[in-house]
């Protein structure tokens, strides 16, 4: 599903530890590191996709995690001509994201990469806060950057309410 800009909807998910890490994953078979992340499928709601997504690629379901908060809106960004598919139709230019912060509730240990049949994380670990920005491929810095600034209010409640 793409709308008429050319963007696809898709969720991205942000998982903390609570104390100020963030649950950062490696591409499978590459050197290339993000946050789980997936498509809206049509008539599905971002919530429901959320969770979804988190099953199938990180093997947590909704009783492992709390959602702390979301993105106001849609934050986008475009693919490099080169990653753009110019035999599909509609032309799919680039992302349009709803952004969740979540909290582990669970031991780690209930992270399984392997749930679905085709795993996009080959392996993982936990990140200060603001390390994806610079680390992330390079089309997707000002997705992550703005969805970062705009959750960090509430990571650092988080990390506040950790301590006492």
């Not at 050319?6 to 490696?26: Q, T, Y």
């Not at 996709?49 to 959602?67: F, I, Q, T």
Request: some cysteine; charged content about 30%.
């Amino acid at each position: 599903m793409v709308d008429k800009e050319g963007f696809r909807p898709n969720v991205g998910i942000m998982i903390s530890d609570g104390l100020g890490k963030l649950f950062w994953a490696k591409r499978i078979g590459q050197d290339a590191w993000q946050f789980p992340q997936g498509g809206i499928n049509p008539g599905e709601k971002p919530e429901t996709a959320l969770y979804r997504e988190l099953y199938e690629e990180v093997g947590l379901e909704s009783a492992d995690v709390e959602v702390i908060a979301s993105t106001r809106g849609w934050l986008r960004y475009r693919l490099p001509a080169n990653m753009q598919r110019k035999h599909s139709k509609p032309l799919c230019v680039g992302q349009k994201q709803k952004w969740f912060m979540l909290k582990l509730l669970s031991e780690e240990s209930k992270v399984c990469l392997t749930r679905c049949s085709k795993p996009e994380f080959d392996s993982w670990k936990w990140v200060n806060y603001w390390y994806p920005v610079n680390q992330v491929i390079e089309f997707k810095r000002g997705v992550y950057r703005r969805a970062l600034k705009e959750l960090s209010p509430m990571q650092c409640e988080m990390e506040r309410k950790s301590r006492f």
